[in-house]
């Protein structure tokens, strides 16, 4: 089934975070990730506010989390750890 990986991030390092962005795209690329949205306008209704929102749909919840601890990926997010706070999650889409 397919799936969605949903990121929330607030940037705190700008520059950092830009060579996270360089190369996380084409880690999700490579396991079959598409963006359906990247950082567009947003309505926070609940929880805390995360001013950048990030989903990518990947072919199952497998390839979502292969991608997350693929080496490609891994070192992209070496740039990210101390330039952002995040939560990231794996959905599974019904049918």
């Known amino acids: ?5 949903i990121a929330h991030v607030t940037v705190t390092d700008e520059d950092a975070y830009g060579k996270y962005a360089k190369l ?4 999700i690329a490579a396991h079959g990730g598409s963006f359906l949205a990247r950082g ?6 609940e929880g805390k506010e995360r001013p950048r929102n990030v989903v990518a749909r ?3 919840v497998e390839d979502a989390v292969d991608c997350y601890n ?15 706070e995040r939560e990231l999650m794996v959905v599974e889409i019904d049918g």
């Open 1 to 5: 089934m397919p799936a969605l990986w």
């Open 40 to 45: 567009g306008r947003f309505v926070q209704l």
């Open 24 to 27: 996380a795209g084409p880690a």
């Open 70 to 84: 693929s080496d490609a990926y891994q070192e992209a997010l070496s740039h990210a750890k101390d330039a952002s």
């Open 58 to 60: 990947f072919v199952s």
